[in-house]
C-alpha cells in the first residue's frame, strides 16, 4: 500500500507594513512541526508547509516555506488535491495591512490608523472542497469558552476534526514546548489530552485519527 499523504501547516503568518514591520502572533511552529515529525515516524509521506519559525528543519519532510497568509493559501491550495490528510496547526493571520509598502515608511509618512483588509480563510475553503477520501483536521486557538468555539468552528468550516487549545495558560500552547488539548471529531468523539511534551501531545492525536481512520475504512 501506498503511504499516506499529509499536509500539514505550522507557525504564525507574516503580514508586511513595510520592509521593517509586520503584523504575525506567537506561535512558534513547536506543534506543527511535532504533528509533522510524528506523522513522518509514523510511515506517512509528509509535507508541510511552514510560516517563518526558528526551528530546524525536519528530516525527511519535504518543506515548504511561506511568509503571509496569502503565501500560505497559495501553497495549500496547489497541493491538497494530492493529499490524504490535511492539518492546519498554522496561526494564520486573520488580518492584513491594506497596503505594504515596497520602501521602509518615515514616522511621518506611517498611518495614524492602519487600515487592515481580511485574509481569506484558507480552512474553511479546504472544508467546501475537500473530497469524501480526505480528512480535514483544524486547531481551535481560544482564550475561553474553549469546547464550545472549537465545536463551532468544526461545524463551520466542515472538518473531520479539531483541536481544542487553550492558549490563555502560559505553560501550554503557543511558544511553550508542553500543550494540552482536546480533540473533538465530526462524530461527537471527545479526547481530552493532558499536558505533555508536544511531541507526546502530537502523537496521541496522530494515532487517535489514524485508529478511526482505519476502523472507517474497514
Ligand atoms: N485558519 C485558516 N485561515 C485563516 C484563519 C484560520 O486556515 N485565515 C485556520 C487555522 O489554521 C486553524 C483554524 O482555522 O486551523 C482556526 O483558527 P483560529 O485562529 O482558532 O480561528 P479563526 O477561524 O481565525 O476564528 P477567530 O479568530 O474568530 O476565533
Redesign the pocket.
Known sequence: MPPLKCLI?AGPTREWIDPVRFISNPSSGKMGYALAKEARDMGFEVCLVSGPVELPKPIGIEMVDVES?LDMKRAIDEKFSFYDWVI???????HRSESSSKIKLPKEHFPENLSMTR??????DLGKKKSKSQLLV?????THMVLE?ARK?LKQ?NLDWIVANDVSKTNQGFSSDQNAVTLISSNGLEKQIYLADKSIVAKEILHAIHLSWLEKAH
Do not use: R
Not at 88 to 94: E, G, L
Not at 119 to 124: A, G, H
Open positions: 501547516s497568509a492546519m496547526a498554522a496561526a494564520v493571520c486573520d485574509n481569506p480563510d484558507i480552512l474553511k483544524g486547531f481551535a486557538a481560544e468555539s468552528k468550516k
